[in-house]
């Protein structure tokens, strides 16, 4: 199983970037998909997460500003940010919980980060 970022860049305060990440490999279910960010010089914190394609929660910085969600034939998750601030710079990551042989067990995997950087 593999996850692939994509979507960040450089923007400045109050503008809006979406990240797209797409799993791909075998997949027979994914129970969860998440984005984290790890800020600079700071360790890598949960930004918001979907589970069953519409149960969706955020970080509370985030909430009203980002959105999550999926599209499930296509097996990607998407990030909406607007009004980003200089404070969600960091590098974003997907993460999904994912049964990917017969044990039925979700396994985390994760994608390679994209950067997100916001002026001010």
């Known amino acids: 199983v593999q996850l692939q970022a994509s979507g960040g860049g450089l923007v400045q305060a109050g503008g809006s970037l979406r990240l797209s990440c797409v799993a791909t490999?075998?997949?027979?279910?994914?129970?969860?998909m998440a984005w984290y960010r790890q800020p600079p010089g700071q360790q890598r914190e949960w930004v918001a997460a979907i589970r069953g394609g519409e149960i969706s929660r955020y970080l509370d910085s985030v909430k009203g500003r980002f959105t999550i969600s999926t599209d499930s034939a296509k097996m990607t998750v998407y990030l909406q940010m607007n009004n980003l601030k200089s404070e969600d710079t960091g590098v974003y990551y997907c993460?999904?919980?994912?049964?990917?042989?017969?044990?039925?067990?979700?396994?985390?995997?994760w994608g390679q980060g994209t950067q997100v950087t916001v002026s001010s």
């Open positions: 993460n999904a919980d994912v049964v990917h042989d017969s044990s039925l067990e979700g396994y985390p995997f």
């Open positions: 490999g075998t997949i027979l279910r994914i129970n969860e």
